[in-house]
């Protein structure tokens, strides 16, 4: 039998086929051509060394000290020239010089002087003219309070009279007005009527009129003034209070810390009157 029909041996190794290639080796690859940096100039060299500076710190502190030094000599040479130079003057250049310097200090003392007496005289037209702008707002506020012009609060009494029967007449609320006017009173409003110097009371159907304006009770009296002095003058024997009471009134008189009076009048334009100032 011939050898090829032989079987073949389960688990028997194979030949690999004479002809197969043996795998490739890594073989490096052949290195670039790098270009090498282009040679530099000098002057190329010499700014790349001196840019960016590189200081340290006791190379500052070493630069700071010498240009202190520096600042002190240049300060001493020039003293000392000037001193040289006063040293070198005559006898009559240096007493020009102090005579020089004489004049302009006693021209800069005189100068200081009309200054601080420029500064005395315009602290004083200031003070002067600020107390009289004071002064001339207070008098305003107290000719506007008198004529009714301004409105008014203090200290004072509260007066109400109530009539039920309609007896209390015009010549009975101006003798309780007269008797607060002596007692002291300062600002007066009768149920929301300004009461002022000229102010005039009369008689009309159901109420009494002040200044032509129809007042009807009860009749409230608001009035500043020392509460102290304006309530008794108003309870004296045979007073006000009384005579009202007898006309079957009933008053009641009260103190207060604060009375507002906020009753205006416009201010009258004289016709022919001027002031003499």
């Known amino acids: 039998m011939s050898t090829d029909d032989t079987p073949e041996q389960p688990g028997a190794a ?3 086929p004479e002809n197969t290639p ?3 080796k890594d073989v490096p690859e052949p290195a670039k ?3 090498e940096p282009a040679e530099q100039t000098g002057r190329q060299r010499l700014a790349a060394g001196l840019w960016p500076p590189r200081v340290s710190r006791a190379q500052l502190i070493v630069a700071l000290l010498l240009f202190v030094l520096g600042l002190g000599l240049a300060i001493q040479v020039r003293s000392n020239s000037e001193s040289s130079a006063l040293r070198g003057a005559r006898q009559e250049d240096l007493v020009r010089i102090l005579d020089e310097l004489d004049g302009r200090t006693k021209r800069l003392e005189d100068e200081k002087q009309r200054l601080e007496a420029q500064r005395k005289e315009l602290e004083s037209s200031s003070n002067q003219a600020e107390e009289a702008r004071k002064q001339t707002v207070e008098k305003e ?4 309070i008198l004529a009714g012009t301004v409105a ?5 009494i509260t007066l109400k009279i109530t009539d039920p029967t309609g007896k209390v007449r015009s010549d009975q609320l101006l003798d309780a007005l007269q008797e607060l006017r002596a007692a002291g009173a300062e600002a ?3 149920n929301g009527v300004r009461i002022v110097a000229g102010s005039y009371f009369s008689d009309e159907d159901g109420g009494v009129a002040i200044d032509g304006k129809k007042i009807t009770q009860p009749y409230e009296f608001r009035v500043i003034g020392k509460a102290q002095d304006l309530e008794p003058a108003l309870n004296i024997p045979g007073g006000v209070v009384q005579t009202l009471e007898k006309e079957q009134a009933t008053v009641a008189v009260t103190r207060s810390a604060k009375i507002v009076v906020d009753a205006l009048r416009a201010a009258k334009q004289p016709d022919y009157a001027r002031s003499s100032s």
Request: charged share 20%; net charge neutral.
């Open 141 to 144: 506020r107290q000719l506007g």
């Open 152 to 156: 008014a609060q203090g200290p004072g």
């Open 14 to 16: 194979q030949q690999p």
């Open 22 to 24: 043996e795998p490739r």
């Open 33 to 35: 051509d790098v270009p």
């Open 188 to 190: 007066i409003q009768i």
